[in-house]
């Protein structure tokens, strides 16, 4: 069994899994992976168990050696490259089940308030959400509560016509969903986050409209 070593958050975790998606579809694979956040082992797990083949192990200190970052076209890019032979899938499938018990509208957009760990870190401004209610072209479904499964929120991006919400790991599945997105940046951290995954590759970043700030 191939042994990857990873490390980041819940959406790096996103983009990792798609960096090793096309080896986890052949063989069985372990990573083992650094979080400093212990609440959220259960979620990470959660997104590694969307490919069958991947074993997930936590390590209580990060690595020495190169490990798997949630980023593209960084300064590592070439290391993880070299070593592990990566070959990411920008738009990859998933065994995501019937999402027909939600009775959702045929056509619908997506918007999500929050954004981070606990959804406490990044928070559209009532005056945005309001916004965002009164231009929508189809009815929106408010995502982001503990009432949904990682698979379930997936299958219900997947279907939907738009997605708005602030940088994170639900705005990395809707463009590798294909579905286009309205991203909110809150500071340069957002903007460096997004850089390095969203408009790191022409494949997301197509789907992607960015705005900083609060106006919409």
């Known amino acids: 069994m191939k042994v990857f070593y990873a490390g980041g958050t819940v959406g790096d975790t996103y983009v990792i899994l798609c960096k090793l998606y096309r080896i986890a579809k052949k063989e069985k694979i372990l990573v083992r992976h650094h979080t400093s956040w212990k609440s959220l082992e259960p979620i990470i797990r ?23 970052c949630g980023g593209f076209r960084y300064s590592g890019w070439e290391a993880e490259q070299d070593k592990y032979n990566l070959q990411p899938e920008y738009y990859p499938e998933f065994e995501l089940g019937s999402i027909e018990h939600f009775h959702l509208p045929s056509e619908y ?13 990044r928070k559209i401004s009532e005056e945005d959400v309001n916004g965002i209610l009164n231009n929508a072209k189809f009815p929106v479904i408010d995502i982001g509560n503990d009432k949904t499964s ?13 997605f708005y919400g602030p940088q994170g790991f639900l705005s990395f599945v809707a463009v590798s969903q294909k579905v286009s997105s309205t991203v909110f940046i809150y500071n340069e951290a957002d903007d460096h986050a997004v850089k390095a995954r969203m408009e790191a590759i022409e494949e997301w970043k197509n789907f992607l409209n960015k705005i900083k700030g609060w106006t919409i």
């Not at 490919?51 to 190169?66: A, G, Q, R």
């Not at 999500?112 to 870190?121: E, F, L």
């Not at 990682?150 to 939907?160: A, G, L, P, T």
């Open 150 to 162: 990682i698979k379930e929120i997936i299958n219900i991006i997947r279907n939907s016509r738009h």
């Open 46 to 68: 959660e997104i590694y168990a969307l490919l069958p083949n991947i074993s997930v192990e936590f390590l209580k200190d990060k690595p020495l050696d190169v490990q798997i």
């Open 109 to 121: 957009e997506i918007l999500q308030r929050m954004s981070g760990a606990a959804g406490q870190r």
